[in-house]
């Protein structure tokens, strides 16, 4: 049994987020509160331990349903390279963007630079 399925959403109002597939997440709403380093970064270590221990190669992290982050939410998907980088790049993030969603062109294009080897994008509509 996978570790994934027992990762617990975090409970945010404006906040959607499931796991339709077991290697595939998908976030929906937007992440406005003003610490979701608190809020949502718990649940992002959760997902990642779980991944870890799962021994899965590669997580579909769909975001194209997230109309709008915070600065500071943006900087849990740059940790969460980081924990991937820290192990040793266990396994790939492959993130699934919306091309007419302006932050998301910015930040994962910009985060894509930061770490090519652990991230790669594509973009849906």
Avoid: C
């Avoid at 910015?106 to 090519?116: I, Q, R, V």
């Amino acid at each position: 049994m996978s570790r994934m399925e027992h990762v617990t959403p975090p409970r945010l109002e404006t906040l959607h987020v499931r796991f339709p597939q077991p290697k595939t997440l998908v976030f929906t709403g937007t992440i406005t509160s003003k610490d979701p380093g608190a809020d949502v970064g718990p649940f992002i270590r959760a997902v990642h331990e779980a991944a870890l221990s799962d021994q899965i190669d590669e997580l579909r992290v769909d975001v194209s349903g997230l109309s709008f982050v915070n600065s500071s939410a943006i900087r849990l998907f740059v940790d969460w390279a980081g924990w991937i980088r820290a192990s040793n790049g266990k396994y790939k993030l492959r993130f699934a963007t919306n091309r007419h969603v302006t932050w998301q062109k910015t930040s994962f294009m910009a985060l894509k630079t930061l770490a090519e080897d652990i991230l790669s994008i594509e973009q849906v509509d």
